[in-house]
């Protein structure tokens, strides 16, 4: 018989609702830490970036998990009246920083703008500009000097290209094109962790070519001639896209 936190773990991948509800239903503890980790960490940790996220952190909490950080709740829900109504409610939250453990761009010491940016969810996004959010807040530095990025770095090599809608509204908003970073880790604690130096988010965007990131070719250039658009950089030809060296080559039939 399977094992029901097995299965819940494995429903999360994917962000598969029914799967996890049927776990849960099963007999695992949505609470009880799974190999030293919660299971509502367990499921922001994963790598997927879909709709279906707040489904499942609504049956988590539902059912009595917790997240660390309240103020996470509206936005991982994607949540626009919920975040609209706690930022009323008490807006120096727009200035309240979080960590989380991401996959792709860190989430040390960020703000909840940045969360959005990360998780794809523009309707959370979009209520966090127009309450007011800083749309080139940094997150932390870390030990090594690296990180300190805005949300738009978010945004430039997102998986699927979910997050290019939040890039265009956070660039639509005044984000700044021209922030230079030391360095930034990408991916930190996980086997396809890189770290790249002297990063700006028109650099930051190109580097979803590196193999690891498994993006797309065409979504890349094309968040890259939106940042040159949005930089004034508007003549610059981009001749060899999709890369004809690239391309696979067609075997006989």
């Known amino acids: 018989m399977a094992d029901p936190t097995e299965e819940m773990l494995s429903g999360f991948d994917g962000h598969d609702v029914e799967a996890v509800r049927a776990a849960l239903d099963a007999g695992a503890d949505p609470c009880n830490p799974v190999r030293g980790k919660a299971p509502i960490l367990w499921l922001l940790e994963e790598y997927t970036r879909s709709d279906r996220l707040g489904d499942c952190l609504r049956?988590?909490?539902?059912?009595?998990a917790e997240l660390p950080d309240p103020y996470l709740t509206p936005v991982l829900l994607n949540d626009a009246p919920a975040v609209i109504k706690m930022v009323r409610a008490q807006p120096s939250i727009l200035h309240h920083r979080t960590t989380l453990v991401s996959a792709f761009t860190s989430l040390e010491g960020v703000s909840l703008l940045h969360v959005a940016?990360?998780?794809?969810?523009f309707e959370a996004?979009?209520?966090?500009?127009e309450e007011g959010a800083d749309v080139n807040a940094k997150a932390h530095i870390d030990?090594?000097?690296?990180?300190?990025?805005?949300?738009?770095?978010?945004?430039?090599?997102?998986?699927?290209?979910?997050?290019e809608p939040i890039?265009?509204?956070?660039?639509?908003?005044?984000?700044?094109?021209?922030?230079?970073?030391?360095?930034?880790?990408?991916?930190?604690?996980?086997?396809?962790?890189?770290?790249?130096?002297?990063?700006?988010?028109?650099s930051y965007a190109q580097m979803g070519l590196m193999p690891?990131?498994?993006?797309?070719e065409h979504?890349?250039?094309?968040?890259?001639?939106?940042?040159?658009?949005?930089?004034?950089?508007?003549?610059?030809?981009?001749?060899?896209?999709?890369?004809?060296?690239?391309?696979?080559?067609?075997?006989?039939?």
């Open 167 to 202: 890039m265009t509204l956070l660039l639509e908003a005044g984000a700044r094109t021209d922030i230079s970073l030391a360095g930034i880790t990408w991916g930190k604690g996980f086997a396809w962790e890189t770290t790249y130096f002297d990063v700006t988010p028109l």
């Open 117 to 121: 940016a990360e998780y794809c969810h």
């Open 59 to 64: 049956l988590l909490l539902e059912r009595g």
């Open 219 to 253: 979504d890349i250039y094309s968040n890259i001639r939106k940042l040159l658009t949005a930089s004034g950089r508007t003549g610059t030809p981009l001749r060899n896209v999709p890369n004809r060296y690239l391309k696979p080559k067609r075997t006989a039939e």
């Open 212 to 216: 690891q990131m498994h993006r797309i």
């Open 125 to 129: 996004a979009r209520a966090l500009v």
């Open 143 to 163: 030990n090594d000097g690296l990180n300190g990025h805005t949300p738009l770095f978010h945004t430039v090599n997102s998986i699927h290209n979910c997050s």
